[in-house]
C-alpha cells in the first residue's frame, strides 16, 4: 500500500513538472527582429504590433539588428529555429531589392523565409521643388515627361544613395517615360530632400511620409504618389499610373518566420497581426505615420513578395548599381 502511494505521489509530482514546463515553453517571449535601428518607421510600427498582440501571443521583445542595408536582421531570421519563438521583419530593401544589389547576400529571400502577413504600404511621391515646377510650368506628370523630352540632359533627379528607394524608382520613371534625367546621389534620403529644397536638384522620388510636411508647407510641389491608386494620405493627387500604365514602386514591410515554421504556427501569427492592424487605434496610428495597413494572408504576402522580387531585379540591373 505505502508503495502505490508512494508511486502515485510520484506521478502526481511529474506531471506537475511536466505541466509546469509545458506552461513555461508557451510563456517564452517572442522576439521580433527589426533589421533597422529604433526610431524608425518600420521599429515603431513593429513595437505598435508586438504591443497590441500580447494578449494573444504572450510577450513579443523587438530586438533591433541593424546593419548592411537589413541584410544582418533579416539573416539572424533566416538561420532561427523554425519553432514560432523567432520572427522579423521582411521589407522592400532586404526581401526584394537588396537580393540584386549586394554582390552576396547571406540568405536567399525566395526560399529562407515564411510569411506571416504584409503589415504597411507607404507611398512614394514625386516631388518637385515648388518654385522649380512653377518657373517650368510642370504641373502634372505629363508635364514633366513633356518637358524633358524637348530639353533633353536637362532636368537632375537626387536620392539617398546608389540603390535606394528614390534612385531605383527614378530610373524606373526614367524607362517608362522614355526620358533622361541626371542622378545625383547623396548621403542620405534627408540631404537629397534638402537639396531638392534648396533646388539644387530638380525632383525626388521620396518616401511620402517624410517629404509631406514640405508638401503641406509649399515648399514642395507634389506631382503624383508611386502606388497603382491615389493614398488616402494625399488624395488630390494622382498615382503616376494614371500617365505611365502599371508605374507601381512603393515601400512595404510584414512579418516574416523562418522558413520550415509549422503551417498551424504561421496561421496563429497571421490571424493575432492581422487582428491588431485591423484595429481601429493602429489605423489611426498609421495614419499618423502616413501608413496604410494591409495584414493579408501568408499566401498572398508569399505571391507578392515573389513579385517584388522578380520587378526589382529588372530596376536593379538596369541601373546597374551594386554594392560589394
Do not use: C
Not at 31 to 56: F, N
Not at 124 to 147: G, P, W
Not at 197 to 213: C, E, K, R, W, Y
Request: hydrophobic fraction near 45%; glycine fraction near 8%.
Amino acid at each position: 500500500m505505502k508503495t502505490r502511494r508512494f508511486l502515485l505521489t510520484l506521478l502526481a509530482g511529474a506531471a506537475t513538472l511536466a505541466a509546469g514546463h509545458a506552461t513555461a515553453q508557451q510563456q517564452r517571449p517572442i522576439r521580433l527582429v527589426v533589421p533597422y535601428a529604433a526610431g524608425g518607421p518600420i521599429d515603431v510600427t513593429a513595437r505598435m504590433l508586438a504591443e497590441r498582440v500580447k494578449d494573444t501571443l504572450g510577450p513579443v521583445i523587438v530586438d533591433n539588428k541593424p546593419g548592411a542595408g537589413g541584410n544582418i536582421g533579416a539573416d539572424i531570421v533566416a538561420k532561427a529555429p523554425p519553432d514560432g519563438l523567432t520572427i522579423g521583419i521582411a521589407a522592400t530593401a532586404t526581401n526584394a531589392v537588396n537580393p540584386w544589389l549586394y554582390s552576396k547576400i547571406p540568405f536567399n529571400a525566395a526560399t529562407d523565409f515564411a510569411p506571416i502577413t504584409q503589415m504597411v504600404r507607404v507611398p512614394n511621391v514625386l516631388v518637385m521643388n515648388a518654385e522649380t515646377a512653377k518657373r517650368l510650368n510642370i504641373n502634372s506628370v505629363a508635364d514633366l515627361v513633356r518637358y524633358a523630352k524637348a530639353n533633353p540632359a536637362k532636368l537632375n533627379y537626387g536620392s539617398g544613395g546608389n540603390g535606394s528607394a528614390g534612385h531605383l524608382a527614378g530610373e524606373l520613371f526614367k524607362k517608362e517615360a522614355g526620358i533622361f534625367a541626371v542622378h545625383i546621389p547623396y548621403n542620405g534620403g534627408n540631404p537629397a530632400q534638402l537639396a531638392l529644397i534648396s533646388g539644387q536638384v530638380d525632383f525626388n522620388f521620396d518616401n511620402l511620409a517624410t517629404a509631406a510636411p514640405n508638401i503641406r508647407s509649399g515648399k514642395l510641389k507634389a506631382i503624383a504618389v508611386t502606388t497603382l491608386q491615389r493614398s488616402s494620405a494625399l488624395p488630390e493627387v494622382p498615382p503616376v499610373a494614371d500617365t505611365l500604365k502599371g508605374f507601381s514602386i512603393d515601400t512595404w514591410w510584414g512579418l516574416v518566420a523562418p522558413a520550415g515554421t509549422p503551417h498551424d504556427m504561421v496561421v496563429k501569427l497571421n490571424q493575432a497581426f492581422v487582428a491588431a492592424l485591423n484595429a481601429p487605434e493602429t489605423k489611426t496610428r498609421f495614419a499618423s505615420l502616413l501608413a496604410e495597413p494591409v495584414g493579408n494572408s501568408p499566401e498572398q504576402f508569399s505571391a507578392f513578395m515573389k513579385t517584388e522580387l522578380v520587378k526589382y531585379e529588372k530596376v536593379v540591373k538596369a541601373t546597374g548599381a551594386k554594392v560589394d
